[in-house]
């Protein structure tokens, strides 16, 4: 597979967003044969888009983009928020907090882009993952690959 695929999703902002874009993100990375990223990609993604739907509410939707390029997956969220997640220290007992931790953890990079003026307010927050390089292909049959 050469060169970059991409797909975007247009999601409401509501409390079931983040499943959707778990299942959406799990779907299309196993068709494009990188199941081992599924499982980082959907915790990440779950992050993100719960950070999103909690700052904008339901007056907004939001913009799933999930790119295979040849180094990485680049996983975005745009929302019409302009508040920025930050890394913020959580106590024990806090409910939230740690997310955006996860993010910087797990993400080779990560961060944040501001909308330009003339689309009005709101960001994207983007995520890289390692894309693994696909195993090579074997040719022929297994009986000539051993010599049989």
Known sequence: MAGALTARFDLP???RTAGRARRLVAELLAAWN????????QLLVSEVVT??????????ALCLTVALRVD???IAVDDGSSLRP????AADDDESGRGMHL???LALQWGVVDRPEEQ???KQVWFDLPRQPEPPRQEG??????GT
Not at 34 to 41: C, F
Not at 86 to 89: C, F, K, Q, V
């Open 13 to 15: 902002a509501d409390s």
């Open 34 to 41: 990188r199941a081992e990223t599924v499982e980082v990609a």
């Open 51 to 60: 950070n999103a739907v909690r700052f904008i509410g339901d007056r907004d």
């Open 72 to 74: 990485r997956i680049r």
């Open 86 to 89: 930050a890394l913020r220290t």
């Open 103 to 105: 993010v910087a953890a």
């Open 120 to 122: 009005g307010t709101g």
């Open 141 to 146: 049959s297994l009986e000539a690959a051993c």
